[in-house]
Each structure stands twice: as C-alpha cells, then as structure tokens.
C-alpha cells in the first residue's frame, strides 16, 4: 500500500563501526517492520545510478566513491507513515544538526558519511527498493 514502505541503507561508515545490529535495533523498536534486507556492496556505477539526481552536486564524484566503498545493508522498512516517520527517526542529513537520539545524531560521522540513507518520498520509496529487491524478495 502507497504510504507505508520507505527504504533504507545502512552506509559504509556505519557498517564498518559495527552499528549495524544497533541501528537496526533502533528501526524494530521505532515500529518498522522489516520487509527486504541485504548485506552486499555498490560498484561505483551502481553508486551513480543510485544517487544520480545529484549528479550536479559538487559532493557527487565524493558521494560515489564513498558509497562504493565498503559493504552497505539495504532495507525495506514498513509502518505507517514510513517515509516522514523514517526520516524523524534518521535526523538531518548533516549530523551536526540532527536531534537528540536519532540515529545520526548517534552514529554519523559527518555530512557525507552519515551512517543511513532514507527515502525522501514514496514514489522515490517504491524506485529505490526496488533498485535492491525484485518483488520476491520483498516479505
Ligand atoms: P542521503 O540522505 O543518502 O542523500 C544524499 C547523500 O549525499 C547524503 O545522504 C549524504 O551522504 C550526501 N550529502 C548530502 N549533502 C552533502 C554535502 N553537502 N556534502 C557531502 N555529502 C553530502
């Protein structure tokens, strides 16, 4: 159903520091089912593609590199409201400014490197996990 699914990563930094298990602890207990998740690793064009609406950031070819980097979890997530809920739980992009017990707050290392990705919208929520997950895979 539109509204309830959002996806999610958990980035190089984060999966290098050992906060997986922590951060996913985090999303069960904020109410997020999980519906998809895969440990595997972005080759640099898969990186691009992913995030190619921000081809013209000057952050890109940084972006790229880093995301393909090291091993990343990607998640589809389910509750209601998911994406703006998601995105509460994650806090701003750039930690410095993110609140209080999010999960950047918590664990990110910097704008870049800010341990989770979350979609920002649902029709951006239905293209991305299904940039990761053919339909079987989602549960
Ligand atoms: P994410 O939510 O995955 O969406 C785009 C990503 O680009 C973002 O998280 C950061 O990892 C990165 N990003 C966004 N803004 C900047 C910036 N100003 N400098 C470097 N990286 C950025």
Same mark, same amino acid.
């Given at each position: @159903? =539109?509204?309830?699914?959002? /996806?999610? @990563?958990?980035?190089?930094?984060?999966? #290098?520091?050992?906060?997986?298990? =922590?951060?996913?602890?985090?999303? #069960? #207990?904020?109410?997020?089912?999980?519906?998809? @998740?895969?440990?595997?690793?972005?080759?640099? &064009?898969?990186?691009? =593609?992913?995030?190619?609406?921000?081809?013209?950031?000057?952050?890109?070819? &940084?972006? *790229?590199?880093? @995301?393909?980097?090291?091993?990343?979890?990607?998640?589809?997530? #389910?509750?209601?409201?998911? *994406?703006?809920?998601?995105?509460?739980?994650?806090?701003?992009? +750039?930690?410095?400014?993110?609140?209080?017990?999010?999960?950047?707050?918590?664990? =990110?290392?910097?704008?870049?490197? +800010?341990?989770?990705?979350?979609? &920002?919208? &649902?029709? +951006?929520?239905?293209?991305?996990?299904? /940039? /990761?997950?053919?339909?079987?895979?989602? /549960?």
């Amino acid at each position: @159903m =539109a509204g309830n699914r959002t /996806f999610s @990563m958990i980035k190089p930094d984060a999966y #290098e520091a050992g906060n997986t298990g =922590a951060i996913l602890k985090m999303m #069960e #207990e904020a109410g997020f089912r999980i519906v998809s @998740m895969k440990l595997t690793r972005l080759t640099a &064009d898969n990186a691009g =593609a992913f995030y190619a609406v921000h081809k013209e950031r000057p952050f890109y070819q &940084d972006l *790229v590199s880093y @995301m393909s980097s090291g091993p990343i979890v990607a998640l589809i997530l #389910e509750k209601d409201n998911a *994406v703006a809920d998601f995105r509460k739980l994650i806090g701003a992009t +750039n930690p410095a400014e993110a609140e209080d017990g999010t999960i950047r707050k918590l664990f =990110a290392k910097s704008i870049e490197a +800010n341990a989770v990705h979350g979609s &920002d919208s &649902d029709e +951006n929520a239905a293209i991305e996990g299904s /940039f /990761f997950f053919a339909e079987t895979e989602k /549960f």
